[in-house]
C-alpha cells in the first residue's frame, strides 16, 4: 500500500492563480481531511469528506474548493491564490470519522507571492 | 487560550535521557492522538488512547481523563528521536484539535 500521497511536494504560485492539490489513499479509507500548518499553531482543518459525494468546511475554509467523486480521491483547489494561503498542507484519512488512526501525506509546501 | 497545550515547547536532552512531553486540554473528548513529525515534514500515529496507559517500543503514553492531561515519554533517547511532537484531541463533534507541537533534539 502506497498509503496517502500528495502531489506537488512543493509550489510557487502569483497572487491571483489557481491550483489543485491533489491528494489519494489507496486504504479504502471513508473519512479524508486538508489541513494547513502554519508556524506556531497547531494544525487546521480546512475540508473534510466522510465519503465519496459528501464534504463539509472544516475550522478554515474560505478560499479553498473540495470535491470528493471516488473513495481514493480527495483534490483542494485554491481558487485565487493569496499570501495568506503561504503554508505547509497535509492530507490525512481514517477509517472512521476522527475516530481511527489517522494517516496523514507528505505535505505540500506551497508559497504564494 | 488554546484548547490543546503542550509542554515544553521545546526540549533538548542527551542521549540516553528519560524524556517527558505533556499535553492538557480543557474539552471533553473521546481520543487523544500522539503524532511525531520528523524534520523532512511527514507526520505519523504514534499513539492513539483514550484511557490508561499504552507502550511501543522505548515510547509510552499515558492518559488521565478526570484530570485532562496526558504524557508521553521517551525511554533511553536517542538522536533519531528527534522530531517534533504533536498532541490531538478528538472533541465531542468529533474534531481533531491539535497542539502546536514540542520540538525535541537529542544530541549524542
Same mark, same amino acid.
Given at each position: 500500500? $502506497?498509503?496517502?500521497?500528495?502531489?506537488? +511536494?512543493?509550489?510557487?504560485? +502569483?497572487?491571483?492563480? !489557481?491550483?489543485?492539490?491533489?491528494?489519494?489513499?489507496?486504504?479504502?479509507?471513508?473519512?479524508?481531511?486538508?489541513?494547513?500548518?502554519?508556524? =506556531?499553531?497547531?494544525?487546521?482543518?480546512?475540508?473534510? !469528506?466522510?465519503?465519496? =459525494?459528501?464534504?463539509?468546511?472544516?475550522?478554515?475554509?474560505? =478560499?479553498?474548493?473540495?470535491?470528493?467523486?471516488?473513495?481514493?480521491?480527495?483534490?483542494?483547489?485554491?481558487?485565487? $491564490? $493569496?499570501?495568506?494561503?503561504?503554508?505547509?498542507?497535509?492530507?490525512?484519512?481514517?477509517?472512521? +470519522? =476522527?475516530?481511527?488512526?489517522?494517516?496523514?501525506?507528505?505535505?505540500?509546501?506551497?508559497?504564494?507571492? | 487560550?488554546?484548547?490543546?497545550?503542550?509542554?515544553?515547547?521545546?526540549?533538548?536532552?542527551?542521549?540516553?535521557? %528519560?524524556?517527558?512531553?505533556?499535553?492538557?486540554?480543557?474539552?471533553?473528548?473521546?481520543?487523544? @492522538?500522539?503524532?511525531?513529525? @520528523?524534520?523532512?515534514?511527514? *507526520?505519523?500515529?504514534? %499513539?492513539?488512547?483514550?484511557?490508561?496507559?499504552?507502550?511501543?517500543? &522505548?515510547?509510552?503514553?499515558?492518559?488521565?481523563?478526570?484530570?485532562? @492531561?496526558?504524557?508521553?515519554? *521517551?525511554?533511553?533517547?536517542?538522536? &533519531?528521536?528527534?522530531?517534533?511532537?504533536?498532541?490531538?484531541?478528538?472533541?465531542?463533534?468529533?474534531?481533531? *484539535? %491539535?497542539?502546536?507541537?514540542?520540538?525535541?533534539?537529542? %544530541?549524542?
Amino acid at each position: 500500500n $502506497a498509503g496517502v500521497t500528495q502531489t506537488p +511536494k512543493f509550489q510557487v504560485l +502569483k497572487t491571483g492563480q !489557481s491550483m489543485t492539490l491533489q491528494c489519494a489513499q489507496d486504504m479504502n479509507h471513508e473519512y479524508m481531511s486538508w489541513y494547513r500548518q502554519d508556524p =506556531g499553531m497547531g494544525l487546521r482543518l480546512i475540508h473534510y !469528506s466522510v465519503g465519496a =459525494g459528501i464534504t463539509d468546511q472544516g475550522e478554515v475554509p474560505n =478560499g479553498y474548493n473540495v470535491s470528493r467523486s471516488t473513495t481514493e480521491d480527495f483534490p483542494l483547489r485554491l481558487l485565487s $491564490a $493569496a499570501p495568506s494561503q503561504t503554508s505547509v498542507y497535509f492530507c490525512a484519512s481514517s477509517s472512521r +470519522k =476522527g475516530a481511527g488512526e489517522q494517516f496523514f501525506g507528505p505535505g505540500t509546501r506551497l508559497t504564494v507571492l | 487560550k488554546n484548547e490543546v497545550e503542550q509542554s515544553p515547547q521545546n526540549l533538548t536532552a542527551q542521549e540516553g535521557e %528519560f524524556i517527558t512531553i505533556n499535553c492538557s486540554y480543557s474539552v471533553g473528548i473521546s481520543a487523544l @492522538h500522539w503524532l511525531q513529525q @520528523h524534520p523532512g515534514g511527514g *507526520i505519523v500515529s504514534l %499513539f492513539m488512547l483514550s484511557s490508561g496507559k499504552k507502550k511501543h517500543g &522505548r515510547l509510552i503514553a499515558t492518559i488521565n481523563i478526570q484530570e485532562k @492531561h496526558s504524557s508521553l515519554h *521517551i525511554t533511553a533517547s536517542h538522536p &533519531r528521536d528527534s522530531a517534533v511532537y504533536i498532541c490531538a484531541v478528538r472533541s465531542g463533534t468529533d474534531k481533531l *484539535i %491539535f497542539g502546536t507541537g514540542t520540538r525535541l533534539q537529542v %544530541f549524542p
